[in-house]
């Protein structure tokens, strides 16, 4: 399986040239249950470190503008990406991460929609609610805190999975929004002590 030896390339990679440091369980992933992996998003290798930390393989989320170079659209395709357009309200690529959740699959997605070089609980999107509520996913909340410099510390938080199920009811975009930034909320207070 290819997800398998691109991931095992990397864990090479990152265990020569980092110091990577858990801290925290990573999640154990329950079968036939879908599972949300929800990080702050600050270096390219963020969805690479997480998937390291955890055996099954995680389908991520990538802006939709890494698929237009075709040799990385054919590894990105092949290790199970979904391709999001993200100026356009994307409903078709959450449609098929919804799908994959509600078959047990574990998918990752950044609150914050892009790499940002600060917390700010602001930038939370209103999908990563959407998906969370819709697919009935348990969310897994994970902070990375690094300089990412060659041979420094890259410090992996992991906090308590939960779900979202004692939300019910019709729920307004304000609603989606709040709890978006619940959990970024989640998220940001993990590790602060090593931000960078």
Same mark, same amino acid.
């Given at each position: 399986?290819?997800?398998?030896?691109?991931?095992?390339?990397?864990?090479i990679?990152?265990?020569?040239?980092?110091n990577?440091q858990?801290?925290?369980?990573?999640?154990?992933?329950i079968?036939?249950?879908?599972?949300?992996i929800?990080?702050?998003?600050?270096h390219?290798?963020?969805?690479?470190?997480l998937?390291?930390?955890?055996?099954?393989?995680?389908h991520?989320l990538?802006k939709?503008?890494? $698929?237009?170079?075709s040799?990385?659209?054919r590894?990105l395709?092949?290790?199970?990406?979904?391709?999001?357009?993200?100026h356009?309200g994307?409903?078709?690529?959450?449609?098929?991460?919804i799908?994959e959740?509600?078959?047990g699959t574990?998918?990752?997605i950044?609150?914050?929609g892009? =790499?940002?070089?600060?917390?700010?609980?602001?930038?939370?999107?209103?999908?990563?609610?959407?998906?969370?509520?819709k697919?009935?996913?348990i969310?897994?909340?994970?902070?990375?805190?690094?300089? $990412?410099?060659l041979?420094?510390t890259?410090?992996?938080?992991?906090?308590?999975?939960?779900?979202?199920?004692? =939300?019910?009811?019709?729920l307004?975009?304000?609603?989606?929004?709040?709890?978006?930034?619940?959990i970024?909320?989640?998220?940001?207070?993990?590790?602060?002590?090593?931000s960078i």
């Open positions: 399986m290819l997800y398998n030896a691109v991931k095992f390339i990397f864990k990679y990152f265990s020569i040239f980092y990577i858990i801290h925290g369980i990573p999640p154990e992933i079968q036939n249950r879908g599972h949300l929800c990080c702050n998003h600050r390219w290798s963020d969805p690479i470190i998937s390291i930390c955890i055996k099954e393989p995680i991520w990538a939709i503008e890494l $698929f237009k170079n040799i990385l659209k590894l395709t092949s290790v199970h990406a979904i391709a999001v357009d993200r356009a994307d409903m078709k690529s959450l449609r098929i991460a799908k959740l509600k078959d574990t998918v990752g950044f609150p914050e892009t =790499r940002l070089k600060r917390d700010d609980i602001n930038a939370a999107k209103p999908g990563i609610a959407l998906l969370a509520m697919s009935n996913a969310i897994c909340p994970a902070a990375i805190r690094s300089s $990412f410099k041979f420094s890259i410090n992996v938080y992991w906090g308590e999975p939960y779900s979202l199920e004692d =939300r019910n009811g019709r307004s975009s304000e609603d989606y929004e709040k709890i978006a930034k619940e970024l909320n989640k998220i940001y207070t993990m590790g602060c002590e090593d």
